[in-house]
């Protein structure tokens, strides 16, 4: 199939950065999926191993431990997970919290934290959601009390991406509950041998199973008040919204990846494939298929392509990155069922490629904010 098209913000150093990602994913990831499928998270060695070849905060700056470079690195190790259909190496959520901390948080705690990270030392979490509470974070019953010269941590979080490795938990609580939206802390919570934290069971997810997702347990859970992200009280929630188009056009560019391998499987199993004496790629209905399936994979690489650039340039807006998350998911999920569909029963078998990318694809339109989230904030824009 003839290439869809060459990225504007590619160049000949990130080419062979590519490179270097597509070995290190040929020989520590794609390999081992199925047995962390059964096992329902990646071995903590694949962390050690990306710290070393820098992989982890590629685009974090190389006075925190990162690797200097910028989001297009990032951009090409998240379509590289994509195209091997790697959904359980949680390494969108590890720099999130990056971002996280190095936009909101103090001296100290990026020093702290960020080089562990990069080294892959740590495994970072975020712990919003909870059984009540998910997009609505008014919901959110978590409490962080100050009691002396720390807090007191209260409360349970559901659905929580790499909870069962996690080292380093940032967790949305409620310091001051009278201040509303004001009312919210983001808290940096170190989990090894942590008195009063629990991480429950790995969930059993329709798809995605590779990746660790497990419920935590906060009872009486202490930490210093030095772990308040950024070292004031009431910021959590702008924390939040401020970090949310990192996420967002993260979470496009592997649904991009997605329908990009998708496309490619479809067409090569309808050229070897034959039905009525003929390939399945010989048939109308096969080829007009597919075509809109190319179609929307050629739209949606120009609109993920223009926003890489601007993460790269820091213009990304809140209102397009909602838009990117909200195409691009809500266009995997057609795209999924579109060629499932061509594979016929095959494709409803769980040992094609196709039927893995179909569960797997389904939840990329709930978790980083609802398709009807999406909706609302762009509405807001008109």
């Known amino acids: 199939m003839q290439t869809l098209r060459t990225s504007r913000w590619m160049d000949a150093d990130l080419a062979l950065y590519r490179d270097m990602v597509r070995r290190f994913i040929a020989a520590e990831?794609?390999?081992?999926?199925?047995?962390?499928?059964?096992q329902q998270h990646v071995d903590r060695a694949l962390w050690h191993k990306a710290g070393e070849f820098g992989m982890l905060l590629a685009d974090i700056p190389e006075e925190y431990g990162g690797a200097g470079g910028n989001y297009a690195h990032m951009a090409i190790l998240f379509e590289e997970l994509a195209a091997v259909g790697d959904r359980a190496?949680?390494?969108?959520?590890?720099?999130?919290?990056?971002?996280?901390?190095?936009?909101?948080?103090?001296?100290?705690?990026?020093?702290?934290?960020?080089p562990?990270?990069?080294?892959?030392?740590?495994?970072?979490a975020i712990a919003m959601t909870e059984p009540g509470a998910g997009s609505d974070l008014q919901g959110v019953r978590t409490r962080a009390v100050k009691d002396g010269?720390?807090?007191?941590?209260?409360?349970?979080?559901?659905?929580?991406?790499?909870?069962?490795l996690a080292d380093l938990v940032v967790v949305v609580a409620k310091t001051d509950p009278a201040a509303g939206a004001k009312g919210f802390s983001l808290l940096l919570v170190e989990t090894r041998d942590l008195p009063?934290?629990?991480?429950?069971?790995?969930?059993?997810?329709?798809?995605?199973?590779?990746?660790?997702?497990?419920?935590?347990?906060f009872d009486d859970v202490r930490v210093g008040a030095d772990a308040v992200l950024g070292g004031v009280e009431g910021r959590g929630f702008?924390?939040?919204?401020?970090?949310?188009?990192?996420?967002?056009?993260?979470?496009?560019?592997?649904?991009?990846g997605a329908i990009e391998r998708a496309l490619q499987l479809t067409v090569d199993y309808a050229s070897q494939r034959k039905a009525f004496g003929q390939p399945l790629i010989e048939m109308q209905n096969t080829r007009f298929k597919l075509a809109e399936v190319k179609a929307q994979a050629v739209v949606g690489r120009s609109f993920v392509d223009d926003c890489i650039e601007r993460m790269i340039a820091g213009t990304m807006d809140t209102t397009t990155a909602s838009i990117a998350k909200l195409w691009l998911s809500e266009t995997e999920g057609r795209v999924m069922d579109e060629c499932l569909q061509l594979f016929g029963?095959?494709?409803?078998?769980?040992?094609?490629?196709i039927a893995q990318m179909y569960a797997d694809a389904r939840v990329q339109r709930i978790y980083g904010g609802t398709s009807e989230i999406m909706k609302e904030i762009i509405a807001r824009s008109l």
């Open 149 to 164: 010269d720390s807090y007191l941590i209260n409360g349970s979080k559901i659905f929580i991406s790499n909870g069962y």
């Open 196 to 217: 009063g934290y629990r991480v429950g069971r790995i969930l059993e997810k329709l798809g995605q199973k590779g990746q660790d997702t497990c419920e935590l347990f």
């Open 29 to 38: 990831i794609d390999p081992h999926q199925e047995r962390w499928r059964k």
């Open 345 to 353: 029963g095959y494709g409803y078998m769980l040992e094609y490629p």
């Open 238 to 256: 702008a924390h939040l919204m401020s970090e949310l188009p990192y996420e967002r056009i993260m979470l496009a560019i592997s649904a991009q």
């Open 116 to 124: 562990k990270l990069a080294r892959g030392e740590m495994i970072a």
């Open 89 to 114: 190496f949680g390494v969108h959520v590890h720099a999130i919290v990056a971002h996280y901390l190095l936009n909101q948080g103090t001296e100290e705690q990026k020093k702290k934290y960020l």
